[in-house]
């Protein structure tokens, strides 16, 4: 059995060290423009390596839409942004039949979403039934619309943004529609120095305009496969369950973590150990991804809420309780 733990030499075949250098020149493009915050970007490519989507949630002006920009700049993809409103109808997303009278029939026109990386941008905006819009094609990557489904090429992935303190105007996602998502994250201030370097720069030009391209599709649809095939040893399939089943078990938590969400953290874990440059998932991947994974997937209980808890929090606290399986396991 592949041992759990860094204590072996790890050669990657071709297709996987190339996968971790794509990564790294990724994260150092958008780095140009996205200051100081390293560990988010890392976290966006984790999600684009495993095929996932994006929540962004935070404050406005802290660089929510930019990332999600620069994320599709450096990739040479079709980019597409939603800006969501409370008049935005399904049929803006997804497209719609229209009669041509040349031809005597109907013809589908594809929406935005029939795109690489679709930035859906302040999506609790718009009414709940554009936002199931998007259930079918994040989970199924294709559309169905008047009984015909049309597929969405690979690589497809959704960056969604809203703001956390502004509820006027605005309706929160449904359970189903959060639990879609591979990761909720949080950008954050930034340090006084990346702040200050930020002012100078966005005040003497605007960087994005020189952001390149660095990565075609092709290549990022070869960054997934490599990531499938990672290792994933049965005691962590195992912990991996456990972790979920904790939060099921939790007095905390109201409405635990899905299967969907189990899924979800190994496909992460597997994509993340790739870009540490491993073949082979390790305890620590998946307790560093756990938080971002599972936090917006689980309903806290009143009490914990009273006691002002965090998801975070409370994710944290049940990783502490779940043995971590050991080498040999």
């Keep these: 059995m592949q041992p759990l733990t860094g204590d072996r030499s790890v050669v990657l075949d071709e297709e996987m060290q190339q996968t971790a250098r794509r990564a790294a020149t990724i994260a150092a493009n958008i780095g140009s423009v996205i200051l100081g915050k390293e560990d988010v970007i890392g976290a966006c490519l984790v999600a684009l390596v495993a095929g996932g989507h994006v929540i ?69 905006r718009a009414s709940p039934k554009t936002q199931a819009s998007l259930l079918e094609c994040m989970e199924e990557q294709q559309v169905t619309v008047d009984n015909a489904t049309h597929a969405i090429a690979p690589p497809f992935m959704v960056i969604a943004t809203q703001n956390p303190i502004e509820y006027e105007g605005t309706y ?40 390149q391209p660095v990565l075609g599709t092709a290549e990022v649809v070869a960054m997934q496969g490599a990531a499938q095939r990672v290792e994933l040893a049965p005691s962590l399939a195992r912990y991996v369950v456990e972790i979920l089943t904790a939060t099921r078990d939790s007095s905390d938590v109201f409405l635990g973590a899905s299967p969907r969400a189990g899924i979800a953290l190994v496909r992460a874990a597997k994509a993340l150990a790739i870009l540490r440059g491993r073949d082979y998932v390790v305890p620590q991947d998946v307790k560093d991804l756990a938080g971002r994974v599972l936090s917006h997937r689980i309903i806290l209980s009143p009490d914990a809420r009273l006691h002002d808890l965090t998801e975070e929090a409370v994710i944290a606290r049940l990783l502490e309780s779940v043995p971590v399986p050991r080498t040999g396991q």
């Design 56 to 124: 962004i949630e935070d404050y406005p002006g802290v660089g929510k839409t930019l990332l999600a920009k620069a994320l599709a700049r450096s990739v040479s993809c079709r980019f597409a942004r939603i800006q969501f409103t409370p008049d935005l109808l399904p049929s803006d997303v997804t497209g719609v039949s229209v009669f041509n009278q040349g031809s005597s029939g109907f013809e589908f026109r594809h929406g935005p979403v029939f795109a690489n990386i679709v930035l859906a941008d302040e999506i609790n």
């Design 172 to 211: 929160p996602l449904p359970e189903a529609q959060l639990d879609r998502f591979m990761m909720r994250l949080n950008i954050g201030y930034p340090s006084a120095t990346a702040e200050e370097e930020m002012v100078c720069a966005q005040t003497s030009g605007d960087p994005f305009v020189g952001l």
